[in-house]
């Protein structure tokens, strides 16, 4: 049997793209057990609408297009819309952005997604390393951390140990833990994550890189919020 995994990787290189979109990012992420927001594609107005009324309100709307990975930096990314009326406002914002940053992009509308109430942000990567092959990037986001570039890396595939000492070396690792009154992250589960993650590279030889940001984190487990996912060329 193909899987949904393969079938979405396949499309992708007959389509000679070198990158899936975010939503075909989280759909592998969400079939490979992680726990992500939910995001629906909607090609039109009126499709963004029904499913902002079946998800339910606030919702979070982002331009959906293969040729615009960086989405916020397109005006493509609109949160907390409370009502259909600001669906509908923020739909044709979305599309006169994107249009206006990347011209000749091809967008296929935008998706819909769940709001994610607030939570410690992470970030979470790999890239492939000429002599080490898959590394594994663990981080903490926000603005503060992307000024600072607090990061932590291990080569795949990672033991417990590993994802447990990638955490604990953060410089700010002691933000996880509940920074003045804030809720803390699990920090068990992240662990966890990072060794799913460490396996879904493992066993996808054909991603070449990978850049989930953010990962919003919080006392019962953490959620994928932004997904992106880079193909080889072979
Ligand atoms: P970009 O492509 O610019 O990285 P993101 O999808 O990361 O776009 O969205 C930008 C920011 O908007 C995120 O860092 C996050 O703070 C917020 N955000 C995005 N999606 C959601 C969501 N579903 N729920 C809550 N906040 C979100
Ligand atoms: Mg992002």
Request: neutral net charge.
């Given at each position: 049997m193909?899987?949904?995994?393969?079938r979405?990787?396949?499309n992708a290189?007959?389509q000679g793209?070198?990158?899936?979109?975010?939503?075909?990012?989280?759909q592998?992420?969400a079939?490979a057990g992680f726990?992500?927001?939910?995001?629906k594609?909607?090609a039109?107005?009126?499709e963004?609408v029904?499913?902002s009324?079946?998800?339910g309100?606030?919702v979070?709307l982002k331009?959906d297009s293969?040729d615009i990975s960086?989405?916020?930096?397109a005006?493509?990314v609109?949160?907390?819309l409370?009502?259909?009326?600001?669906?509908?406002?923020g739909?044709?914002?979305?599309?006169?952005s994107a249009?206006?940053?990347f011209?000749?992009a091809?967008?296929?509308g935008v998706?819909?997604?769940s709001?994610?109430r607030?939570g410690?942000e992470?970030i979470?990567?790999?890239?492939?390393?000429?002599?080490f092959?898959?590394v594994?990037?663990f981080?903490?986001?926000?603005?503060?951390?992307?000024v600072?570039k607090?990061v932590?890396?291990?080569?795949?595939?990672?033991a417990?140990?590993d994802?447990r000492e990638m955490i604990?070396e953060?410089?700010?690792?002691?933000?996880l833990?509940?920074?003045r009154?804030q809720?803390?992250a699990?920090?068990?589960?992240?662990?966890?994550?990072l060794l799913?993650?460490?396996?879904f590279?493992d066993k996808?030889p054909k991603?070449?890189?990978?850049d989930?940001?953010?990962?919003?984190a919080?006392?019962?487990?953490?959620?994928v919020?932004?997904?992106r996912?880079?193909?080889?060329d072979?």
């Amino acid at each position: 049997m193909i899987s949904n995994k393969s079938r979405i990787i396949d499309n992708a290189c007959h389509q000679g793209r070198m990158t899936l979109t975010e939503i075909e990012s989280k759909q592998l992420f969400a079939e490979a057990g992680f726990r992500v927001v939910v995001t629906k594609q909607a090609a039109s107005k009126q499709e963004a609408v029904a499913l902002s009324d079946k998800i339910g309100y606030p919702v979070v709307l982002k331009v959906d297009s293969v040729d615009i990975s960086h989405k916020s930096d397109a005006g493509g990314v609109k949160v907390g819309l409370k009502n259909a009326k600001e669906v509908e406002a923020g739909y044709d914002e979305i599309m006169v952005s994107a249009k206006k940053a990347f011209p000749d992009a091809e967008v296929d509308g935008v998706s819909v997604q769940s709001m994610a109430r607030p939570g410690i942000e992470i970030i979470m990567g790999m890239f492939k390393d000429a002599q080490f092959g898959p590394v594994l990037m663990f981080g903490l986001g926000g603005i503060l951390v992307e000024v600072l570039k607090d990061v932590a890396f291990r080569i795949v595939p990672l033991a417990k140990r590993d994802a447990r000492e990638m955490i604990k070396e953060l410089k700010g690792h002691k933000l996880l833990e509940g920074y003045r009154g804030q809720e803390p992250a699990n920090i068990p589960y992240l662990e966890e994550m990072l060794l799913k993650l460490s396996e879904f590279v493992d066993k996808t030889p054909k991603i070449k890189e990978i850049d989930i940001n953010p990962v919003f984190a919080y006392r019962d487990g953490a959620v994928v919020v932004d997904a992106r996912i880079g193909l080889e060329d072979k």
